[in-house]
């Protein structure tokens, strides 16, 4: 049970997007991951934690990549999983967990009723633990070795870009930079306009629930974000940045020309904040990505977002 249930990532040099930025851009490649996210790293820990601690029963409530990444987290670790998941999941995203060995159950029409379902039954279950998808002290320490691995390979860049949902990927690269010195390093946080409940945080002062989630970016659709990532808004320089679907669409886009990888839109929007560059990276020297990817994007799911979004309309460069 030592051994790490990610893999050490590359870290990319991108002339492609250093031509779109004017700044070197490094990319951290966590696409390449073994589920195609980052979220094994923290599901990893978590869950590994779980064990140690005696749980034989995993508990997740993620139809996405925190779902797939518990299942096969399970199954690693050799003990049982369920996975709560809204009646919205895509048949693929269901038989991809199933496929982990994991039993997969549909509740409710949000990600917010499958939590609460999950939370119950994990709550009957002596030897059951429910694994959240990004608000666990477990789960950002397992994302922050990213930060290590970006330290190791040399790069000093002057500004930080990621992708926020619930926080939990933000929490842990902040933990990591902190690890590691990287005090004073601006973190663009990005999300979708209709995902955007840190940047409504963070204008508030205070945690806000959207109403609801209206963007493609489904990873990024967290109704409110965990209260450790509005605390570190207030520790260190974060800047939040939106941006619309058809921009995330388009960048998915290019970066599958310019790098041969496909991602979902929820990294999508971390990436257009780099091709059409977000005003706080202008005069930055080095920025490093992290490209989350995302299991849940086909080339025909990309063919069809691009034309719901209008990009497949548009004079792409
Ligand atoms: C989970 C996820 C995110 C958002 O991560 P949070 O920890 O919820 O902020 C972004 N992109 C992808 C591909 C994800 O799976």
Known sequence: MDA???????????PPMARACGARVLLKMEALQPLGSFKIRGIGQACTQRVIR???????SSGGNAGHAVA?????????VEVFVPETTPADMRDRIAAEGAVVTGRGRS?????????????EREDAAYIHPFDD??????????????VAAGARPDAMVVAVGGGGLMIGVLTGMHAAGWRDVPVLAVETEGAASLHAAVAAGELVTLP???????????????????????????????????AAVRACERFADDHRVLVEPACGAALAA?????????????????????????????????????????SRP
């Not at 096969?72 to 049982?80: K, N, Q, S």
């Not at 990600?111 to 709550?123: I, L």
Request: charged residues 15%; glycine residues 8%; hydrophobic residues 50%.
């Open 54 to 60: 005696g749980a034989r029963h995993l508990i997740a």
């Open 111 to 123: 990600w917010d009723d499958a939590h609460a379902w999950a939370m119950a039954v994990a709550a």
């Open 4 to 14: 790490p249930l990610h893999i050490t990532t590359p870290l990319w040099d991108s």
């Open 137 to 150: 002290p477990d789960l950002w320490l397992g994302h922050a070795t990213m930060l290590a691995e970006i």
């Open 212 to 246: 609801a989630i209206e963007s493609i970016a489904t990873s990024l659709g967290a109704r409110t974000i965990a209260r450790e990532a509005l605390a570190w808004t207030r520790r260190h320089p974060v800047v939040p940045h939106l941006v619309d679907d058809a």
């Open 72 to 80: 096969y987290a399970g199954r690693r670790l050799g003990v049982t």
């Open 274 to 314: 780099v091709y059409e560059p977000a005003p706080a990276l202008a005069g930055r020297r080095e920025i490093v990505v992290i490209v989350c990817g995302g299991a849940g994007v086909s080339l025909s799911r990309l063919a069809s977002w691009s034309a719901s979004t209008g990009v497949s309309d548009s």
